[in-house]
């Protein structure tokens, strides 16, 4: 199977900054897409910013211009940067890596959840 581990978040000011890390293990083959995910409570799961094997991202409209996705194939990781964060960016994230194992089976894994939190 596939462990997800995430680290990097906390307690943060408006306008300050977070960087997330998610570093995959296991049984893996191959890392196709990653991505980051978020939820508030109260309100549903939602996609901040993707990235390909390749490299090509995409971001929630909410957060361009602020954040920044990147991966390290090397080393299973994907990152988030959080520049300029704002109360309303308070959620659980959580990691998202679609992955096919060593004995071929493809699926989706998710992290357990970091904490960020943005005081104003």
């Known amino acids: 199977q596939v462990q997800l581990v995430e680290s990097g978040g906390g307690l943060v000011q408006a306008g300050g900054s977070l960087k997330l890390s998610c570093a995959a293990s296991g049984s893996i083959s191959n890392i196709y897409g990653m991505g980051w995910y978020r939820q508030a409570p109260g309100k549903p799961r939602e996609l901040v910013a993707a990235?390909?094997?390749?490299?090509?991202?995409n971001y929630a409209d909410s957060v361009k211009g602020r954040f920044a996705i990147s991966r390290d194939n090397a080393k299973n990781t994907v990152y988030l940067q959080m520049n300029s964060l704002k109360p309303e960016d308070t959620a659980a994230y959580y990691c998202n890596a679609n992955v096919r194992l060593t004995y071929g089976v493809k699926s989706d894994y998710w992290g357990q959840g970091t904490q960020v939190t943005v005081s104003s």
């Open positions: 990235i390909t094997s390749g490299g090509s991202t």
